[in-house]
């Protein structure tokens, strides 16, 4: 396991959400996994908030599993937001061993991926 933080990019939230007609910004990353040998990956995320004709409607959505091809993810991140945060109090492991310290976080991305 690494940690991996993106960039901050040139865009406000609020910009973000305007450009979207049917989304959810999610928020809360509670766990994840991946798959390196085929780029898989997963999350499970506390929230989302709907979006729709650009604007968020009040309707909230829990727990929200992201799944993907991480270069489909990745190659589909059209903007990045000026700010970001990282969180640093994880862990990864195999059940009772190899526990490493992880951090997430970064700045919110606008891509898109598969929810459930």
């Known amino acids: 396991m690494t940690n991996t933080v993106f960039d901050s990019g040139d865009s406000t939230l609020e910009e973000m959400i305007a450009s ?5 910004l999610l928020e809360g990353m509670d766990s994840g996994m991946e798959d390196p ?3 898989g990956i997963q999350c499970i995320i506390s929230r989302g ?3 729709r004709d650009g604007a968020l409607t009040g309707e909230v959505v ?4 992201m799944t993907g ?9 059209s ?3 000026r700010d970001r945060r990282v969180d640093g109090n994880g ?7 190899e526990w490493v310290k992880v951090a997430d ?7 898109k991926a598969r929810l459930g």
Do not use: N, Q, R
Not at 69 to 77: K, Q, R
């Open 79 to 81: 903007m990045a937001s």
């Open 91 to 97: 862990a990864c492991g195999k059940g009772y061993k």
């Open 37 to 39: 040998k085929h780029w």
């Open 62 to 65: 829990a727990p929200v599993v």
């Open 20 to 24: 979207v007609k049917h989304g959810y």
């Open 105 to 111: 976080g970064g700045p919110y991305l606008k891509t």
């Open 69 to 77: 091809y991480v270069p489909d993810l990745l190659g589909a991140v």
């Open 49 to 51: 908030y709907e979006i």
